[in-house]
């Protein structure tokens, strides 16, 4: 097989805690929320570090909502350098400058602040919040997002006795400073020096269970550069959501995490009362690390007898394979993706293709990453404004190909053209030496076949145009 792999994804383009929760009448209820974000340390690894804190919090408050709830986060920067959330898997409808990113929002200055207004519409599920500008992500300032269905409609799992969030990833102990300037100055991360779960390390962080009850875990990969793996010893997981789709009540004994990624598995705590332990380890890395958190039952006699539970490490058809095992479940009520009228997302005739192919190179001298030869470069100007306000000389459409040119690399800042209301096929390519996650912001997408080798437009013969998930990002493996 040829080295490279291919995903492809369908995409409709449709071109914490809550301090205070208000119904008025003829609206969607509104959360407000009010974000204190600030330096602080912390000691995920046992050295202090500076960490970036949100209400005090490492990692940062959970917000939860219902389906359709209107979300109002008031987010003051207490940091001394420009600061931006981005919230992934809520979709921008419409007000793509509230995602947070350098193109779409302007940064939040050194002691102001900016609302977000963001609404949970005709979505469920577990998303995630982070900061999107000058490796922020490396000091904290994430956390968790669950979008709870109305109460009226039928969730396909008994309510579970609690729901939980797990937060893994990766972690270095160098300050983000110093990791943002060897980006910068073109070198490369190096491995992490841990993994962490909730923001600690092992055996950090504990999870209390009843016997015979049945616990909902919302998993998902807040780290910078690694495909983890997740498994719980001693018990199964049984999957049922993933950012936003319910799927088919598939049972795992590990399940692959990879970064960006959000999943949410049923877990029952059907074992002899004992601590049990929840191992996460690196994935297609030459050294494996590994990291634990506690699945405390509270009949506990002391620590589970055996050995950790082993795991997969480099094997790339394991993960595709249990990739290709995730489907949507048909039969669920709630809200789903409705493109053009229409849940048969394999029905709708796509209006083009997007062929997106990633690429390392060295441009002055620095190392670089590109997408069909272009390596992005952020205006001066947010892209959103300049667009909006029509000023000229900031960017121009067209200044990367929907299409791989496999040319030399070179700095743009890159904006491809598309219709609004198109129906759009996008294949991601990878013949790059480590996994790569690619997300859309503010958009849901269906993934509908995933391969080794170039794509063509025979791999169309093999797409899933059923039941593929709806998700917001997708890994690519190296074969």
């Known amino acids: 097989m040829a080295r490279g792999g291919s995903a492809v994804a369908v995409l409709s383009f449709l071109l914490g805690l809550p301090l205070l929760s208000v119904l008025v009448a003829g609206e969607d209820p509104y959360r407000f929320f009010t974000w204190n974000v600030s330096y602080g340390d912390i000691y995920p690894l046992g050295v202090k570090q500076q960490g970036i804190l949100i209400n005090g919090q490492f990692p940062g408050p959970q917000i939860e909502a219902v389906t359709n709830d209107n979300l109002v986060v008031n987010v003051f920067n207490k940091l001394n350098e420009p600061f931006l959330l981005s919230w992934s898997g809520l979709q921008q409808r419409r007000n793509s400058f509230e995602d947070g990113v350098a193109g779409t929002t302007c940064p939040i200055p050194p002691g102001a602040n900016f609302t977000y207004i963001l609404q949970a519409k005709d979505q469920i599920g577990t998303y995630f919040y982070f900061p999107s500008l000058a490796f922020h992500k ?9 979008v709870l269905s109305r109460p009226r409609i039928p969730v396909p799992f008994p309510p579970p006795a609690a729901d939980y969030t797990v937060l893994i990833g990766d972690w270095y102990k160098t300050n983000h400073t110093d990791l943002r300037y060897m980006l910068d100055s073109g070198k490369a991360l190096g491995f992490p020096d841990g993994l962490l779960i909730n ?3 092992w055996n950090g962080y504990t999870f209390t269970v009843q016997p015979g009850m049945t616990y909902r875990f919302r998993i998902t990969n807040v780290g910078l550069a690694t495909s983890l ?20 009540q598939t049972a795992y004994s590990s399940l692959d995490v990879h970064l960006g990624q959000s999943y949410s598995v049923l877990l029952t705590a059907d074992q002899p009362g004992f601590d049990y332990s929840i191992v996460v380890s690196t994935r297609f890395t ?56 229409s849940y048969h997302y394999g029905q709708v005739p796509t209006t083009k293709t997007i062929r997106l192919a990633n690429s390392a190179a060295t441009i002055n001298g620095k190392q ?23 000023i000229p000389g900031v960017f121009s459409v067209g200044t990367i190909s929907d299409s791989p040119t496999y040319g030399g690399a070179y700095l ?68």
């Open 229 to 248: 793996n997740i498994r719980f010893q001693g018990h199964t997981m049984k999957l049922v959501e993933v950012e936003g789709s319910h799927t088919m």
């Open 199 to 201: 923001g600690r390390g």
């Open 412 to 479: 743009r800042t890159s904006v491809m053209g598309a219709d609004y209301r198109g129906y759009v096929e996008i294949v991601f390519e990878n013949s790059e030496n480590e996994v790569q996650s690619w997300h859309i912001d503010g958009y849901a997408f269906w993934v509908v076949g995933m391969n080794g080798g170039k794509w063509s437009p025979a791999s169309r013969q093999i797409y899933n145009l059923r039941d593929g998930v709806s998700r917001y990002t997708v890994q690519v493996w190296l074969f």
């Open 286 to 341: 030459t050294k494996i690390i590994s990291t634990t958190a506690v699945l405390h039952y509270a009949n506990s006699a002391g620590k589970a007898p055996g050995p950790l539970p082993g795991g997969p490490t480099t094997q790339i058809d394991w993960s595709l394979n249990q990739a290709r095992s995730i489907r949507w479940n048909l039969t669920a009520s709630g809200p789903r993706p409705n493109p053009q009228g």
């Open 368 to 390: 670089r990453y590109a997408v069909n030869s272009v390596s992005h470069v952020n205006a001066d100007t947010p892209l959103k404004i300049a667009d909006y306000y029509k």
């Open 138 to 146: 490396a000091a904290g300032g994430f956390g968790g997002i669950r």
